[in-house]
């Protein structure tokens, strides 16, 4: 073992200056551009939530005309859905996949390459529409017609912004997928793989299988608009709400794409600070993967108000309420992990553990909306915005976090600043709870989403609200704080970082040469997951 | 820091917000926390439905939180704790697989009831027909051939406009106003058909329980029985573009009598109006008209002053088509174009010409003339 990676250190001569990042076949060096993208495009996607609070923060419009502030409802959506989650998913992805496997790179490094520095182009399209006539898109990420077809000039740019993005995604899927079936170390059976690796295959599925039907329903739209086409127009004999259906089919298995990495992530931060293996990891692989079969056939919970059979509404409300069962088992799995094991509570495992009681309570409140007479209430008011900003947030945005401190001092080689780690995961924790928590309250009081003005008893919830968002935003600064000071230098770190970390990952220097496992690994139940 | 430094800061903290609360009126965010219980029998169904259900995962959550918080404070190495190397337990996955199933089916099973309950759309004494247009409500009566547009009240909307001046709070149901509310009798089973003209919207009165999308070229039905003659608010629940926040829904629930009075009013008011259409009016009464229907329906993008907002909304100040023939100006208003809705059912032919006469005369406009309502309803 050791003595390949000696052997790889011999031959660790790196290109340099800007090609070395242009023409990068490296999944490290991909992976970290990747990962640095997804952290502007957060802070892009940050400033548009910003907007938001501070028109919200009284009533009255004080700010920004109503178009412009549909216009940052919708693109700070798109920007942080496509921009940020996403790419910070497939960044973990090439910097750690390749490395729990024992592989020696991605199986696909060109199309690697060009599935990143696609995402800079697609974002440039997007967000110049914020210049043309007519404005950037304001009808929401969902881009329901007939209203997203009142869009002007920036419509096209819209279109062809979600076609790059899917194509990119799905170049990605191919590369994991590829890379885990074909490139294990030897003796790295599936049920020996890491659960990120097993999390990331099943999410790679789901890309293949979900963007092309986006791809397809947003040509809908644009063949529509220009070439007289009425697949959304009852006039010429077609029906909006087939695009709703198409867009949630997507939509939905979507929801598990952008959350089913960061499931991973913690499935392996848990372990290592309980200082435990993973409990159920058959049940976890089998849970993962039945959540991800059973999100092709939920998505029409997403729309129950658009007047669906009987029958139907009772089909989408049995089938979302079944798959709180798997969510459980994951949830309990985790909790049998940290239960007798010898815990601590380094920033990582802290936002692991956040990521537990947090998303659980977007859970609950998913399973009441699952309910489909109550969500008749709730839908579309400020109870669903509370509800899928508690799974993302400190769901999917938490888990991501944790990854970061997890694998930043394998990364760098340098552990990162302890104590301002927990500070940015406190600041981060209360504030999202002011930020998120009340949003419940006024949602069931009656305050619609998606408006820039409301009634004034929403006022005093609001003001807290925004108070709370603005700490979060500003929270944010101390991860990039970390992340500049760490990769500056810092305390060494050891190969293994954490006293109970286990995997492949944990075998290789800290910081990695740049090539690794030229020579396979031999892995066997003693040296596999964690 | 020194711990009890810390200390003390965190109880300041938590007592100034305390206070911060407090002296805004604890009563005002104790009021909107929850959902409504409403005046039907589906509004009271779903309520109790949504407490049952709200019970039933907050036990959920006290038993989940409280396990992970145990282990948390107990099985962590400061405290000496070994790792157990147990990774696997057949019973205690089973068990925490079946559980939930069996609560699931607890709340399936009132759902389902609840479900099949609102779906009951038979049997309606009246039938009341909505249709979404951006950014207002047409009602039509379907049994009694009125009908009426409803738009937000004129001193929301002034207070609504940006650097208005005006405080909100001094605007009695601000946002949640209108100026001809839908009258509805009580105890009576209603239908109510919700579509729309433009773009979806959302018709959502939450007292009446439900909500249900308004789409362009499907009729969805539902149905509301009011036992409580009231005022009830809502909103436009569907992002339908720029002005969705401002079209709000107020149902005035009547008893039966007053209801029949109120029908009666609203016939003899509609043959008054239907009258105007075929009539001359002179310029100064379709300036005075204009001006009044202007400000309601074309300012909100276009400006007062008629200078839209660049990159937005164009400007009718100078505009070609404002200054070109009426003909080409009047079929752009009755039929929409890209973010411009059609009014061609929201307005009638005396708004539409008095509207038009308005933008020809003011500002830098130069044409000056005179759009009869006659020419309008021509060329319908």
Redesign the interface.
Same mark, same amino acid.
């Given at each position: 073992m050791s003595e390949a990676v000696l052997h790889d250190d011999h031959h660790d001569h790196k290109p340099y200056g800007i090609g070395r990042w242009l023409f990068s076949t490296n999944h490290k060096d991909i992976g970290t551009m990747y990962l640095v993208f997804a952290l502007i495009m957060f802070f892009v996607g940050g400033a548009m939530s910003m907007v938001i609070r501070a028109e919200l923060f009284q009533p009255g419009i004080q700010y920004v005309d109503p178009q412009f502030y549909n216009s940052m409802v919708t693109v700070h959506a798109l920007v942080m859905i496509f921009g940020a989650l996403m790419p910070a998913g497939v960044g973990l992805a090439n910097w750690m996949i390749p490395m729990m496997i024992g592989a020696p790179d991605m199986a696909l490094p060109r199309m690697n390459n060009m599935s990143f520095w696609i995402l800079p182009f697609a974002f440039t399209l997007l967000l110049s529409t914020f210049f043309m006539q007519g404005g950037a898109p304001a009808g929401g990420w969902t881009m329901y017609p007939p209203l997203v077809l009142q869009l002007g000039d920036g419509f096209p740019y819209l279109v062809f912004a979600v076609h790059f993005l899917g194509i990119s995604s799905i170049m990605g899927a191919i590369n994991i997928i590829a890379t885990v079936f074909n490139m294990r170390a030897p003796g790295m059976s599936f049920m020996r793989l890491p659960l990120f690796v097993w999390a990331w295959i099943i999410t790679a599925f789901l890309l293949i299988a979900a963007m092309p039907v986006l791809a397809g329903g947003v040509t809908m739209l644009l063949t529509d608009k220009f070439f007289g086409t009425a697949f959304f127009d009852a006039a010429g004999g077609g029906d909006p709400v087939m695009f709703q259906h198409i867009f949630w089919f997507f939509g939905h298995p979507e929801v598990y794409i952008l959350v089913l990495p960061s499931f991973g992530v913690v499935s392996q931060i848990i372990p290592t600070f309980s200082r435990k293996p993973l409990f159920g990891y058959t049940s976890m692989v089998y849970a993962t993967a039945s959540i991800a079969f059973l999100s092709f056939f939920v998505w029409a919970h997403h729309m129950f108000t658009v007047g669906m059979p009987l029958t139907g509404e009772l089909f989408f409300m049995y089938a979302t309420m079944s798959i709180a069962v798997p969510t459980g088992v994951k949830i309990f799995n985790w909790m049998a992990t940290m239960w007798k094991g010898s815990m601590t509570f380094e920033t990582p495992m802290l936002f692991a553990i956040g990521l537990l009681f947090m998303f659980s309570i977007g859970g609950f409140s998913g399973l009441m909306m699952g309910i489909t007479p109550v969500d008749f209430q709730y839908h579309d008011t400020y109870f669903i915005v509370a509800h899928f900003h508690y799974v993302i947030v400190p769901g999917i945005i938490f888990g991501i976090i944790g990854g970061i401190y997890f694998w930043l001092p394998k990364w760098t080689g340098n552990m990162y600043d302890e104590k301002l780690g927990k500070l940015h995961f406190w600041l981060s924790t209360v504030s999202v709870n002011v930020l998120f928590f009340p949003m419940h309250f006024i949602g069931l009081a009656g305050m619609p989403r998606r408006i820039p003005d409301y009634n004034v008893q929403f006022a005093d919830w609001n003001i807290i609200i925004s108070l709370g968002g603005f700490v979060f935003g500003l929270s944010q600064l101390i991860l990039v704080w970390v992340v500049i000071k760490c990769v500056r230098g810092g305390e060494k770190a050891t190969d293994q970082v954490w006293e109970g970390a286990h995997g492949l990952e944990w075998t290789l220097p800290s910081p990695p040469p740049f090539h690794t496992f030229t020579t396979p690994p031999e892995v066997t139940d003693a040296t596999a997951h964690s | 820091m020194s711990v009890d430094k810390l200390k003390q800061i965190a109880l300041g903290t938590i007592a100034a917000s305390l206070f911060f609360i407090s002296g #805004?009126a604890l009563a005002?965010?104790m009021?909107? =926390?929850?959902? #409504?219980e409403g005046v039907t029998p589906t509004s009271k169904?779903?309520y109790d439905?949504?407490m049952k259900?709200?019970y039933i995962?907050?036990a +959920?959550?006290v038993v989940?939180?409280s396990?992970?918080c145990w282990? +948390?404070f107990h099985?962590?190495?400061?405290k000496g704790?070994?790792?157990? %190397?147990?990774?696997?337990?057949t019973i205690?996955?089973i068990t925490? #697989?079946v559980i939930?199933?069996i609560i699931?089916v607890i709340? $399936?099973i009132p759902?389902?009831k609840?479900?099949?309950f609102?779906?009951q759309t038979g049997d309606a004494e009246m039938t009341l027909k909505v249709t979404g247009h951006q950014w207002k409500w047409k009602y039509d009566y379907l049994d009694e051939d009125i009908s009426f547009v409803s738009s937000l009240s004129q001193d929301s909307n002034d207070?609504? %406009?940006?650097g208005?001046g005006?405080?909100?709070?001094t605007v009695e149901?601000? =946002?949640?106003d209108v100026d001809n509310p839908v009258v509805l009798p009580i105890k009576t089973k209603i239908r109510i058909l919700t579509t729309a003209a433009?773009?979806?919207h959302?018709w959502?009165v939450?007292a009446l /329980?439900?909500?249900?999308?308004a789409?362009?070229?499907?009729i *969805?039905?539902n149905w509301t029985y009011i036992e409580e003659p009231g005022v009830y608010r809502?909103?436009? $629940?569907? =992002?339908?573009?720029?002005?969705?926040?401002?079209m709000p829904i107020v149902v005035n629930a009547v008893p039966k009598a007053e209801y029949a009075v109120w029908v009666e009013e609203q016939k003899a008011m509609q043959l008054a109006a239907a009258a105007g259409a075929d009539k001359e009016w002179t310029k100064e009464e379709l300036l005075e008209k204009g001006a009044a229907v202007y400000a309601a329906n074309c300012a909100a993008c276009h400006m007062a002053e008629g200078q839209g +907002?660049e /990159? =937005?909304?164009p400007a009718l100040n100078g505009s070609a088509i404002v200054n070109g023939p009426a003909t080409e100006m009047a079929m752009l208003i009755l039929n929409g174009k *890209?973010?411009m809705p059609a009014f061609k059912d929201i307005l009638n032919d005396v708004d539409i010409a008095a509207a038009m006469t308005h933008e020809r005369n003011s500002w830098g406009n130069t044409v000056k003339d005179v759009v009869q309502p006659s020419d309008v309803k021509a060329m319908r």
């Open positions: - | #805004t005002d965010y009021n909107v =926390l929850n959902l #409504t169904m779903v439905l949504h259900i709200l995962v907050t +959920i959550g989940v939180f396990v992970m282990s +948390i099985h962590r190495k400061s704790a070994v790792a157990a %190397q147990f990774h696997h337990s205690a996955e925490w #697989t939930p199933v699931l709340m $399936a759902a389902t609840a479900l099949i609102m779906e207070a609504r %406009q940006m208005s005006i405080d909100p709070n149901n601000y =946002l949640l433009d773009v979806i959302g959502w939450p /329980g439900w909500k249900r999308d789409i362009p070229g499907f *969805n039905d809502g909103n436009c $629940a569907e =992002l339908c573009g720029r002005d969705h926040g401002f +907002i /990159g =937005l909304f *890209n973010m």
